[in-house]
Structures are given as C-alpha cells and as structure tokens.
C-alpha cells in the first residue's frame, strides 16, 4: 500500500478501469485506491452514485509532478508523432526545423522564432543561461546550428545525426562542423 503524504496522481474512472487510463507522468495503469489508509483515500468522501471509482497511480507519482509532466509535453506535443504520449514520446522531423538540443541530447522541438519562449515559459530559464549551460540551438532561417558552449557532448553528436539525416543534410559535414560555434546548414 502507498503511504504517501501527499496527493498521488489520479481520477475519477468506470470501476475496473476498462480504458486503462495511465499516470500522466509515469505511464503506468491507475489502480484502485483503497477506501482507507492512504492520502487519497480521503477522496473516496467525494464518491457519487454515477458508477465511478477513484484510481491513482501505483508508483506514487504525485498529481503535481504529473500536471507538470503533462504541461511540459503539450508545450511541444504538436511537433511529435500523433502516438506520443508525455512518458513515451517521439519527435517528428517532419513538423519542426527549429529546436533545442539538450546536452543529455534531447530534442525540444520549437517553432522559426520560439527558442526564447521555450527558454523562459518552460523551462523557467533565459536563452542566454541554456547556450552557456551547453545547449545546441539549431534555427530555421538562415538554416544554422548555433553552439556557442563550443563542443557538443556525445548525445548531442548522436541527436544531431539522426536530425542531419531526417532533414537529408551531410550528416558527416554537419557533425564535424558543430563545434565551430556557428555553422550554417547547406543541404
Ligand atoms: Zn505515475
């Protein structure tokens, strides 16, 4: 039994779960939660006669870490393929040419002119703090990667690959360019 001290992450549900509905952070199919005994259970005061049970996540993930997890996806769900989900997504080269690349090497798609947005409303952080901090900036027009931190991790090198390959560019020309600093995109 989950002993939590706060409110895990839940929702209202058909009993038996049917469409196994997930944690939107974890992923995992909610459980039901018992009458007594954990944070939740106080929800069960709210129960009506319209046939739903309260279900929440096994893993404790709690309701504020996964609105958050939500909230972060759908700042760039549009830019993945149409069966990502927040816990489980990809991103389509199709519907992006501008992004973010992570040091961990991790694409955040971003719209022509978005970086900054991405930057200050997602991640709480200015555009200027993501370069030093190692963040490879790729723009759309004039098509450039931008690495002011000056050398890219391996993850990086490995998220850049698959975007030079996906958009048809020389991937080779473009990893042994993306230390330069600047260095723009020629297909
Ligand atoms: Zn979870």
Not at 51 to 56: D, I, N, W
């Amino acid at each position: 039994m989950i002993s939590q001290t706060y409110e895990v992450e839940g929702a209202w549900l058909p009993f038996g779960n049917p469409r196994k509905d997930r944690c939107r952070k974890c992923g995992a199919v909610l459980v039901p939660v018992p009458r007594e005994g954990t944070y939740n259970s106080r929800f069960w005061d709210k129960e009506k006669d319209d046939g739903l049970g309260l279900f929440y996540c096994p893993n404790g993930c709690s309701e504020e870490s996964a609105t958050l997890a939500f909230r972060f996806f759908h700042s760039f769900s549009h830019f993945c393929t149409n069966d990502s989900t927040p816990y489980n997504y990809k991103v389509d080269f199709s519907k992006f040419k501008s992004c973010w690349i992570s040091p961990e090497g991790v694409i955040y798609p971003v719209s022509s002119t978005g970086h900054s947005h991405f930057a200050r409303y997602v991640l709480c952080e200015t555009e200027i703090k993501l370069e030093e901090d190692g963040w490879i900036k790729i723009t759309e027009a004039p098509p450039a990667i931008e690495n002011s931190a000056g050398s890219a991790t391996q993850r990086q090198k490995n998220a850049l690959f698959d975007y030079a390959a996906a958009n048809k560019l020389d991937t080779e020309w473009v990893l042994k360019n993306c230390d330069e600093g600047f260095c723009e995109l020629i297909k």
